[in-house]
């Protein structure tokens, strides 16, 4: 099994969380609420060609929080970016999913169909800047439906140094500065505490606890004086 915590060619491990996805009706005022209720900042992102949506994305060191929005229904439909995004805003979720970072997209996936894992295909992404350069990425889905699972996809970048969504300019009201942590409930909080074993191995990154829904419930932001808790856009909580 890869040892993805101590090779020397790997300097971005897996046992990074990557970002949280937050769906949104209209990203404009989704960023709006979430600066008023949570002093966060959000700047502009890009659209998803052939997903069928937009985002926003608020800036965390090399993690960040990404409002996500349907662009074209058409194409939404047709992607399963698109129809998870649409089913999260029809439940009144908060949070769409998460992801974790890899430097080495085919280790990890060779490590988790070692362990039986039926994963379906690796894909391919990318969004245009506003400032016109292109961010490129990979990805692993863990699961193949529209319903939100606790697990995260895997997400692989290739983007120039310094060009990760995360380590965009951004001033936060709350002075938040990194993802701390994120939870997440499942309805089986054995197995999935199991699965993330594998996929993350003993971290604070995450908390798994029981719950009626699979899928994430909170996260908790480092800000200078406590944890900023995010939960809904209707309010903040601070520990």
Excluded: C
């Amino acid at each position: 099994m890869p040892d993805f915590t101590q090779s020397p060619e790997n300097l971005d491990p897996p046992t990074v969380v990557d970002h949280v996805l937050l769906p949104v009706g209209n990203l404009e005022e989704g960023a709006r609420r979430l600066r008023e209720q949570h002093g966060l900042q959000a700047i502009p992102g890009g659209r998803h060609p052939k997903v069928g949506t937009a985002n926003m994305i608020v800036p965390l060191g090399r993690q960040y929080l990404e409002l996500i929005a349907i662009a074209d229904p058409q194409e939404a439909a047709a992607s399963r970016l698109g129809r998870r995004v649409t089913l999260a805003l029809a439940e009144g979720r908060m949070f769409v999913g998460w992801a974790v970072r890899t430097g080495s997209m085919d280790a990890m996936r060779g490590k988790l169909l070692a362990a039986g894992w039926d994963l379906p295909p690796i894909g391919e992404g990318s969004r245009r800047r506003p400032d016109g350069q292109v961010l490129r990425w990979r990805t692993q889905d863990l699961d193949t439906g529209a319903a939100p699972i606790a697990l995260p996809f895997v997400i692989e970048w290739d983007v120039p140094d310094g060009l990760h969504p995360g380590q965009a300019a951004a001033s936060h009201p709350s002075g938040a500065k990194a993802l701390r942590r994120v939870v997440v409930g499942a309805r089986n909080p054995e197995h999935v505490r199991e699965q993330l074993q594998l996929l993350l191995g003993d971290s604070d990154l995450y908390q798994v606890r029981e719950a009626a829904l699979d899928g994430v419930e909170e996260v908790v932001l480092d800000a200078p004086h406590w944890d900023l808790v995010i939960r809904t856009l209707g309010r903040a909580e601070t520990t």
